[in-house]
C-alpha cells in the first residue's frame, strides 16, 4: 500500500491530545414493539387471560466511513474526513511513525526523538510512545523525512497490521 503522504500525516499526531469523535457508524439497536393486551374473563371460580405477544423492531443503520468521505468534495475535504471518521486510526498510525522513525534503534529521526530527558524523550523503554513529551526537535525531524524513507514504509506496513490503523489507511486511500 502507498504511503499516502504518509510523512506529512505523522507530523504530531503522536504529540497532540486525541479528539474523541464519533465515527460515522449508527446505532444498530431497535425499540422493541409493544405487547399485546390481555384479556381476562371470568366465570364463578375461574379465570383464564391471554398474553400479549411481545413485538420486534429494527435498529437504525449508520452511514459514513471511507465512502463518506471520498464523497465529501475536495482531496483536503477527504482527508479531514478521514482524520474525524477514524480518529483512533489517525493516532494509531502516529504511533507507528514514532515508533519506526524515531525510537527504532537505526530510526532516522532517533538520535532526537529518543533523549536521555524525562521532558523530552518520545520513547519509553517499554517500547510504548511518551505521549507527553515536548519535542519539537522530534516532530521537526519527522516532517523533513520524504515519503519514501524507509522508516515511513515500515511504519504503513505496521499500520496495515493494526485493526485500529488500518481503515484510516484504507479511507485515505479513497481520497486520491
Known amino acids: 500500500m502507498k504511503a499516502f ?3 506529512a500525516i505523522l507530523i504530531s499526531v503522536g504529540m497532540m491530545a486525541a479528539c474523541t ?3 460515522g457508524d449508527g446505532d444498530t439497536s431497535g425499540d422493541g414493539g409493544s405487547g399485546g ?3 381476562t374473563t371470568s366465570t364463578s371460580s375461574t379465570s383464564t387471560g ?4 411481545g413485538g420486534t423492531g429494527e435498529g437504525g443503520s449508520g452511514t459514513g466511513g471511507a465512502e463518506e468521505c471520498s464523497d465529501s468534495g475536495t482531496e483536503d475535504e477527504c482527508l479531514d474526513c478521514c482524520d474525524e471518521t477514524y480518529a483512533e486510526g489517525l493516532d494509531a498510525l502516529g504511533v507507528h511513525g514514532f515508533q519506526q522513525c524515531g ?3 537505526d530510526a532516522s529521526c532517533a538520535s532526537v526523538c529518543d533523549t536521555t530527558d524525562a521532558t ?3 520513547c519509553n523503554d517499554d517500547g510504548s510512545i511518551n505521549m507527553e513529551a515536548n519535542n519539537p526537535d522530534c516532530v521537526e ?3 523533513r523525512l520524504a515519503d519514501d524513507d524507509a522508516c515511513i514504509e515500515a511504519a504503513a506496513a505496521a499500520c496495515e497490521d493494526d485493526a485500529t490503523c ?3 489507511l484504507e479511507c485515505l486511500g479513497t481520497c486520491q
Open 5 to 7: 503522504g504518509f510523512a
Open 141 to 143: 525531524c519527522l516532517n
Open 166 to 168: 488500518l481503515p484510516y
Open 37 to 39: 393486551s390481555g384479556s
Open 103 to 105: 525510537c527504532a534503534a
Open 120 to 122: 523530552s524523550d518520545v
Open 21 to 23: 469523535v464519533k465515527s
Open 50 to 53: 391471554e398474553g400479549g405477544s
